[in-house]
């Protein structure tokens, strides 16, 4: 049986291939609303930590990151 802190925060993050780390990311950013709309409080701190560990994962691994113009915004 997985331990109770395996059970709240899943797979650490850097255990995770690249196409599971991208799956985990789509998966938390399409149930973000409905957590935060009708989730605990616990439930919410849970997703916010878990979506942390998984984005900071995600930006180690891939720095180089190519924002689409059409997101920029002027700085200042």
């Known amino acids: 049986m997985r331990s109770d802190v395996a059970d709240r925060s899943g797979i650490p993050a850097a255990a995770l291939s690249n196409h599971e780390l991208s799956r ?5 950013h399409r149930t973000r609303h409905d957590t935060f709309v009708h989730g605990s409080d ?20 891939f ?11 002027p700085v200042g």
Do not use: I, K, T, V
């Open 24 to 28: 985990e990311l789509a998966s938390l």
């Open 42 to 61: 616990s439930a919410l701190a849970n997703h916010d930590q878990r979506s942390r560990e998984l984005e900071l994962e995600y930006l180690r691994r």
């Open 63 to 73: 720095p180089e990151r190519d924002p689409d113009p059409r997101r920029l915004r």
